[in-house]
């Protein structure tokens, strides 16, 4: 007699603005479960997504953590032990170098993991995931979970995945997030949005200014915390500024 494979299933851990919108799109396809230590955040699911408790979603094959990055450490030094042995655990974090390190720390042998960072929110993607870019880094992971993955992105959400280092990665998300949110929200300090008058320019700097401040503080602060390249930029955008003003 044939045993009947087990369907594939998928945990969301933090279900904030972002963890909510992902699962949302995942379970379309895999039966998805959400947790959060916030128990009001299952009022707002709202979706074919499941709410279960910490230990369920542990036992998921796949369980995708976004948590912000200042709680990373912390909970994979807390609950990494009561994974299932053979899941795959994903982070979703918009810093990658001390994720993978803190991945290598605290995860055991027999449990896998891999890196990604999708380059799209709830308001940059709210008409769909199509031809948005995700970035993933393969960590621990055996080929045909790695596969999978690309699969689950490229064919199913139809995401463009790109492949780089995490070295470039965070280099290159100080100038996208970083910088971006720098400016947006000092031009949200500045008022710009109640302008009674707006040329072009402007516009593109208001959607700017009103898109990352859609985006916690903490995310925000986040980014100087754990990527280098973040305070670097800023020192030398500062620096720049100086040079090109009119004296």
């Known amino acids: 007699m044939i045993k009947a494979v087990e369907p594939i299933e998928f ?3 933090g279900a904030g603005r972002f963890g909510v919108f992902w699962g949302n799109h995942l ?13 009001e955040t299952k009022k707002k699911i709202g979706s074919p997504a499941r709410w279960q408790s910490l230990k369920q979603c542990l036992q998921k094959d796949y369980i995708f953590l976004t948590l912000p990055i200042g709680e990373m450490r912390g909970f994979l ?11 795959v655990i994903i982070d979703c974090a918009s810093v990658k170098k001390p994720v993978l390190d803190w991945f290598e720390e605290y995860i055991p042998e027999g449990i896998f993991f891999a890196a990604s960072h999708p380059l799209f929110g709830p308001d940059s993607a709210r008409e769909g995931l199509r031809n948005h870019l995700l970035t993933l880094i393969p960590g621990r992971i055996p080929l045909a979970h790695y596969n999978f993955l690309i699969r689950l992105f490229s064919d199913k959400l139809r995401l463009q995945v790109l492949s780089m280092t995490a070295e470039e990665h965070d280099r290159l998300m100080a100038y996208n997030l970083s910088l971006v949110h720098h400016l947006g929200r000092t031009l949200h300090r ?7 008058l707006k040329m072009a320019g402007m516009k593109k ?3 700017i200014s ?11 602060r986040d980014f100087y915390r754990f990527n280098p390249y973040s305070a670097l930029l800023r020192d030398n955008f500062l620096a720049l500024f100086k040079q090109s003003m009119v004296r």
């Open 27 to 39: 379970c379309t396809y895999y039966p998805t479960s959400f947790f959060d230590v916030r128990s």
């Open 190 to 196: 500045l008022g710009i949005v109640e302008l009674p």
């Open 210 to 220: 009103q898109t990352v401040m859609n985006d916690s503080e903490e995310l925000f």
């Open 77 to 87: 030094k807390k609950n990494m032990k009561a994974v299932k042995r053979g899941a």
């Open 11 to 13: 945990s969301v851990i």
């Open 205 to 207: 700097l208001c959607e």
